[in-house]
């Protein structure tokens, strides 16, 4: 009887998972083990509500292994020390993991690999770092080219999608710690953990939606986008399995216009991966801009204008509403992403980092290489990134992507009242209208914090200045 360690990390299901698969048919029978790393629970980057979603992932997880008569492992450390001493107590020679590519989880495997044998399998991406090179062997740092080269590549196809196993064979005699119970994942979070529920979410977007993805999905009041990023962060969905299911999309789509739909969702998926390959081969990037000609950029870091920033008081509605919907929820939609990553950067010329961290700490979809290409291309510090003239105008953004308002009026209720014609730019209410919609400014809802016509000349002469100009 042979044993082998699957260790889970960033891939909480049973369907499509390489590493599962690769240790099935290593070894009799299988030890499914998550490390509670204590570099984890300590890091800034991380929050509470990202941590209940993936605590919730296990319990999940935990479920479906018993379904299949095997369980979860839990055991609290650092995983060099962990693994080893499980690798001992069940008499396991190898370890089964799927490859992660953070500076952080490639270190971590290292110290690993030391001490036990450590096999990685694919699946974070849909195509791994390393394969989607230039002719030369060098890596991309533009998407396009990047996109082209990987959808040259033959497509994965709906048979290359692993199916879950229906038994797993575990050894019964090694103990488990539960899984904590803290933190809970507030009401307020809209999403249930594990993989049933990426399943379904996944299927409900390909069933009609992905159809309509180009017209609605800059739209903050709409729900356009899948919205299944926390269960690939997770991979409680596997990436391939998304990329699957936009051919299928496509090769079902009722006419042409629906088929570019589902082609430009699958571009998103790439990006994805882009943002795994450029962290890979650009490390640097995690806590450097990858444009050093922006190093010595002289942001403002004004700690006042950050909290207001942090809490939604900016007096500038669509950034508030955005800046609630994540502390609240834990997600934010993608324009809105956009959007208050260039007010932070360009009208209030904070560090990029200060975004980037706060973000890590609210997002439940958090996500070292997205958030950190995201920031660093609103920035203009990035790889294929918003020039650095480009600054988007908040209140323009507001009206052309909330036209009515009703993502401001859900998330800032002190707006509810306030009439259409005002609420993009409410300050410039008259005393009666203030009055009659409940909303005085300065006292219900903030004056804005800046004035963007300024802020957004000072910011080019700051860019201007770093480059030399
Ligand atoms: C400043 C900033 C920070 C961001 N931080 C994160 C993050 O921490 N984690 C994260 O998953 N995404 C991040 N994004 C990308 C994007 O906002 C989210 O992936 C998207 O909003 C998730 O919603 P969805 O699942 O409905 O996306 P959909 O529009 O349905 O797209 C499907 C999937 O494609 C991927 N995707 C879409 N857009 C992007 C993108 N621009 N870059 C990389 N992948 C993308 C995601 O995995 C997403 O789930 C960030 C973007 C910005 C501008």
Redesign the pocket.
Known sequence: MTTAIWWLRRDLRLTDNQALHAALQHADSILPVFVLDDALWESPYVGGKRLAFMLGGLRAVDTDLRDRGSRLIVRRGRPADVLAQLADEAGAQTIFAEADFSPYARSRDRAVAERVALTHTDGLAVRPPGTVLKNDGDPYSVYSWFRKTWLDRALPTRSDVLPAPDAIATPDSLPSEAIPADPALPDSVPFEPGEAAAEKRLKA?IDGPIYA?DKK?DRTDLDG?????????FGMIA?RR?AVAAYHAMENAPDKAARENAET?LS??I??D??IHILYHFPHVRGDNFRPAYDDLAWENDTEQFAAWCEGRTGYPLVDAAMRQLTVSG????RA??V??SFLTKDLLIDWRW??RF??QH?V???????N???Q??AGTGTDAQPYFRIFNPTSQASKHDPQGAYIRRWVPELADVPDEHIHEPWLMDEDTQQKAGCVIGEDYPAPVVDHKRARERTLEAYKTARGE
Not at 365 to 371: K, L
Request: charged content about 20%.
């Open positions: 977007f993805y999905r986008t899948s919205r299944i990023s926390p269960y690939l962060r990436a998304a969702w998103e998926i990006w994805r882009f943002y997600w934010m939609h993608n992403r956009m208050v990553a975004g980037e973000f890590m997002l979809d958090g996500d070292p290489a997205s958030n290409g995201g920031w291309w609103a």
